[in-house]
């Protein structure tokens, strides 16, 4: 790859992409708008129709867009109760040909999210998946030496694409923006809310490319780009740092060099998308421990890893949002995840989470930190043969918490949006926890309750949220709670009591009364929930 050829194209693009680009405000977008992700007091939301919009998501399994698949992936859609199907497209079926561009599959996903009354998040498949290019077309891997993997640092072949590769790179960027062109036209319902560019980029087996063209860059001087005193610093390096990828970056030069280098290269293609449709991009992260700081070489190098987020948001400026893949079950590393991508300058959205109950938990904690959107990995059967009752009870768990918050969806988005919403999770030792809300405490004990007594769950599956409306008036959501509430503060040894518990779910942005909870269902501690997920609207008066 040219180097100094590279840079004019991105700057060209960034420069066309700033000059196409407005900031419409909130108030400015409706109905027929393009999704478009907003920012204010470093919290996001995502606009559909000109409103705050949650992704009640699942993704299909890697080989399931084809239309043969499809209907047992609509299956798992519907006893979900998702608003999004999250699904790919894949780049060696869009161009078999070189130059050649067949489109029907994303007519096919097109037509049929419109019959099903969901949205599309679309994944384009194409130079990497999982860190390696299995979906480039046939007509690249016929050509290895013109398209190479990386090279190891003993001089091993690694399966894994080199960044450092400008045929493939502008090869990618051609076929996604004829991709993005074709979406713009053929989209106008906005049935597709965001594509994701790549999936899980980076490389296993290698912490970089070691072949001469990528070690001369590595020897080279690092970008003034990544030399900035706020980048510097958030990478806990001298803000004053400058010279080669080693003098500035020492032990992680190798992982910080190929950072850069995927991130410039994906970012090109973004950019490419992005002079022909203005939808929200992204790019999803295979994880590393959050909390050990472990060795680049145990992890897939290269890819958006919370260490290395300054580095994509410098080299790849048409990417939206940069996503964690979470297939932690600990509640300690998946928590310490969504914090580490909950920042100001980077929505939070959890584009895969494993399927299994505890893992369900993790949408209240999205929600809490202002994440636009959930989606568990590999709703559909995957050609087992699964029967319908079968996928009915694999997706339960989550099937419940949809169909709590599917009626509500535009409510839960702008609370979220406007930091209202505070959570917990049932952790491994099964403790309670407590929820400052101001003039009251909420303490929150898992498990089922009975009349006087919480009884444990087996597994650390309970979770709560709390939705403040006013100083005393609440929302309170969860499944295998049980809250109780104290007086602090300005309240602080005043007697108090519940003025009203309702139960009930919100219709068009309307509160549906069910019925007033008092007597057992309040007396014994406060409300409890079930496991089944209830919402409560709760107020609470000082006597």
Not at 352 to 371: D, M, P
């Amino acid at each position: 790859m040219k180097n100094n050829a590279i840079l004019v194209r991105m700057a060209t693009l960034s420069l066309l992409i700033a000059l196409l680009s407005v900031n419409t405000a909130w108030s400015q977008t409706g109905k027929g708008t393009v999704p478009q992700i907003i920012e204010k007091n470093g919290r996001h939301a995502l606009l559909v129709d000109g409103k705050p919009f949650l992704i009640l998501g699942g993704q299909a399994h890697n080989s399931s867009a084809w239309p043969g698949m499809m209907p047992q992936v609509w299956t798992a859609i519907e006893e979900m109760h998702a608003n999004t199907l999250e699904v790919p497209i894949y780049w060696e079926q869009i161009e078999p040909q070189l130059g050649k561009f067949d489109f029907s599959l994303v007519d096919t996903l097109l037509k049929q999210g419109r019959e099903h009354k969901v949205h599309l998040v679309l994944l384009w498949f194409a130079t990497w998946k999982n860190g390696s290019s299995h979906y480039m077309p046939e007509w690249m891997k016929r050509e290895p030496s013109k398209y190479p993997n990386i090279t190891g640092k003993n001089g091993q072949p690694v399966d894994s694409p080199s960044p450092h590769t400008q045929a493939a790179m502008e090869a990618d960027a051609k076929a996604f923006k004829a991709v993005m062109g074709y979406l713009e036209k053929a989209d106008q319902q906005h049935t597709v809310l965001m594509v994701q560019v790549e999936n899980e980029p980076g490389s296993w087996g290698s912490v970089r490319d070691y072949s001469a063209e990528a070690q001369k860059l590595f020897e080279g001087q690092v970008p003034e780009k990544l030399l900035k005193p706020e980048i510097l610093k958030a990478l806990n390096k001298p803000t004053d740092a400058k010279g080669t990828w080693t003098e500035v970056f020492g032990k992680d030069a190798d992982e910080y060099f190929h950072a850069w280098s995927v991130a410039s290269y994906i970012g090109y293609v973004a950019a490419a998308g992005k002079l022909v449709n203005s939808l929200p991009l992204y790019v999803n992260a295979a994880l590393r421990d959050p909390i050990s700081n472990p060795s680049a070489n145990t992890y897939e190098s290269g890819g958006p890893t919370d260490n290395v987020i300054p580095i994509w948001k410098a080299a790849a400026p048409a990417i939206d949002l940069l996503a964690p893949d979470i297939y932690l079950p600990e509640s300690e590393r998946a928590l310490k995840v969504i914090e580490l991508y909950d920042r100001s300058d980077n929505p939070l959205f959890v584009p895969e989470i494993g399927s299994g109950e505890e893992y369900t938990k993790y949408f209240y904690s999205v929600l809490a930190n202002g994440g636009i959107g959930f989606s568990p990995f590999g709703i559909d059967d995957n050609g087992r043969g699964e029967g319908k009752a079968e996928t009915e009870t694999r997706l339960a768990s989550i099937a419940q918490e949809y169909t709590m918050a599917g009626p509500m969806m535009r409510e839960l988005a702008k609370w979220s949006f406007e930091g209202k919403i505070k959570s917990v999770v049932e952790h491994e030792d099964h403790a309670a926890q407590t929820i400052d809300l101001g003039s009251w405490q909420a303490t929150v004990s898992f498990g089922a309750s009975g009349r006087q007594t919480v009884q444990a769950n087996t597994r650390p599956i309970g979770k709560a949220m709390i939705v403040q409306l006013g100083e005393n008036e609440f929302v309170l959501i969860g499944s295998l709670c049980h809250f109780n509430f104290k007086p602090v503060g300005a309240n602080a040894g005043k007697a108090w009591q519940y003025l009203k518990v309702e139960e009930g779910q919100y219709v068009n942005g309307t509160f549906r009364l069910l019925r007033i909870r008092n007597g057992d269902e309040t007396d014994w501690g406060g409300p409890r929930i079930g496991a089944v997920p209830a919402v409560l609207h709760t107020t609470l008066i000082t006597r």
